[in-house]
């Protein structure tokens, strides 16, 4: 056998001399694998620490940035219902973990408050030199508009105490508009709380009426049932479902308005 080159079943085989500096070669390269890895370890281990400090500090957290914006998490929270709705519901209608939504909301009330916002932004405000009347009807309808476009919300507004405060900007417009016409704030104050509240109280039982129970039927057909053949004082019309009794509980405020305006 010679020091020269073999071949094993045609598989060229390194000499000697070769394979040991190979050997040496391996081993040095360990070492310096070694040395790397400690030093990457080390690394891992100091940002693994630096995350739990932040975490503890409330410092920055660290990892990756969701991918989903707070107008997302806004959207579906009030696609989930404005006044029931869960992070972990509106993480799954995401497609991502709760502890995701925590980092562009640290809390619900949060959310609940970037969602009233988001609501309180599209009311339209009253134009300039708008009779008084008119400026309230609007008031009416725009309070009865984000009733049923933002479902839940005639129930927040009177669950969460914080509510009113978001939309100050456009109370004040209101305020403004009627000041023009000789009415103080606190009387502005008395009728578009007044309104609001008549309004929101009125969306409440229109959504009862239209609720539909496990077995298809109604709110409203569930009275009907209730009230029989008897000679019912409130008898059950298909008006109960919409903004009528609303409409005239509004035009009545009006005119007890031109006799009378108090003060809030």
């Not at 578009?192 to 009125?202: Q, R």
């Not at 479902?241 to 003060?263: A, C, N, S, Y």
Request: proline fraction near 4%; glycine fraction near 8%; aromatic fraction near 8%.
């Amino acid at each position: 056998m010679g020091t020269g080159n073999r071949t094993v079943q045609g598989a060229r085989m390194a000499p000697a001399s070769r394979v040991a500096a190979g050997s040496r070669a391996a081993a040095s390269g360990a070492a310096r694998s070694g040395g790397a890895a400690s030093s990457s370890g080390n690394k891992l281990s100091e940002s693994t620490s630096l995350s739990a400090a932040n975490t503890l500090t409330g410092g920055p957290k660290l990892g990756r940035k969701p991918a989903f914006s707070a107008d997302d998490v806004i959207a579906a929270a009030i696609a989930e219902g404005i006044d029931t709705f869960t992070l972990s519901a509106v993480a799954r209608r995401l497609g991502v973990v709760t502890a995701a939504i925590y980092r562009v909301f640290p809390s619900r009330d949060d959310l609940v408050i970037a969602c009233l916002d988001a609501a309180g932004a599209t009311i339209a405000l009253p134009e300039p030199e708008q009779d008084w009347r008119e400026s309230l009807r609007l008031w009416a309808d725009e309070c009865w508009r984000l009733c049923e476009e933002y479902p839940g919300l005639s129930r927040l507004v009177f669950a969460f105490p914080a509510a009113p405060t978001r939309i100050a900007h456009v109370v004040a417009a209101y305020a403004d508009n009627l000041a023009v016409q000789g009415k103080s704030r606190r009387q502005a104050m008395f009728a578009l709380d007044f309104i609001g509240d008549t309004v929101f109280a009125c969306h409440l039982g229109v959504e009862a009426m239209r609720s539909v129970d496990t077995q298809g039927r109604t709110g409203l057909d569930l009275v009907r049932d209730a009230v029989g053949e008897t000679d019912a004082l409130f008898q059950p019309e298909l008006s109960w479902t919409g903004r009528k009794t609303m409409d005239t509980k509004v035009e009545f405020i009006l005119m007890g308005l031109e006799q009378h305006w108090p003060e809030f």
